[in-house]
């Protein structure tokens, strides 16, 4: 226990540390790219994108009611991010992310192929209200749903928890809005770009995020360290962060 305090107390010496000392420097190249690494790969799953635009998906996959099937998406969310919260400390943050990245590239992969193989007959739904084939329609649905869970236990649980891990003490606020931004930063890029590029092909869209999420799987296996049950003082040797 008194190693524990000592370790806190030296995070903290002022005398070595100033507040003013700078923040984007190589002894914090690898908090920093971790931080931004895990917002920008949170955005780049299309989360945002979907929760905004879930009505206009549902629409254009051949669903009338566009709400209720909203409101099963977003309850899939609900479910899923309460049990990653029980778990998050039984098996750890970059487990959750493996597990997330899995699920984002299945169900991503199934919206995609539903868009693919169906389109013409979405498109005939959407402008003439021609009855669409229920096996693409559901495939969208289930895919969203599924989509959402994966957010709900991995990314979503674990972002915010892992940013203000992976940063010293002296300079987690900084660290904590470098990634907040990052993350909202994307998410007005990904919630942007989704219109303009859903009118040319909604399949090219879902195929984009399932390569960035394959991305991200790679990273969480052989780039992201765990810091489930490591004290803030070990993470901050364990990245190679020098007084």
């Known amino acids: 226990m008194d190693a524990e305090i000592n370790d806190i107390k030296k995070s903290l010496d002022m005398d070595h540390h100033s507040l003013n000392e700078p923040f984007f420097c190589r002894k914090y190249s690898k908090p920093i790219m971790l931080a931004i690494a895990i917002a920008a790969f949170n955005q780049l799953s299309g989360i945002n994108a979907v929760l905004y635009y ?28 309460m049990l990653a919260l029980l ?8 487990k959750l992310i493996i597990a997330g990245s899995i699920g984002y590239i299945v169900s991503l992969g199934a919206i995609a192929w539903a868009f693919y193989t169906y389109g013409a007959d979405f498109k005939a739904f959407i402008e003439h209200g021609t009855p669409v084939s229920g096996i693409g329609s559901q495939v969208v649905l289930w895919g969203l749903i599924a989509f959402v869970a994966a957010h709900g236990f991995g990314q979503g649980a674990v972002i915010w928890v892992y940013i203000s891990e992976v940063f010293p003490n002296r ?4 660290g904590q ?31 984009f995020y399932t390569v960035c999420m394959i991305l991200q799987l790679l990273w969480a296996m052989f780039l992201m360290p765990e810091t489930k049950n490591i004290s803030l003082e070990e993470i901050e040797s364990k990245l190679g962060i020098s007084d």
């Open 171 to 174: 300079v987690r606020a900084r």
């Open 54 to 81: 879930a009505p206009r998906i549902f629409k254009m996959a051949g669903f009338d009611e566009g709400l209720l099937t909203s409101t099963a998406v977003g309850f899939s969310m609900l479910v899923f991010t």
């Open 177 to 207: 809005a470098l990634g907040s931004f990052t993350h909202w930063f994307m998410a007005a890029v990904i919630s942007w770009s989704f219109p303009m590029f859903a009118e040319i092909n909604v399949g090219h869209i879902f195929v």
């Open 87 to 94: 778990v998050i400390d039984h098996f750890g943050r970059r």
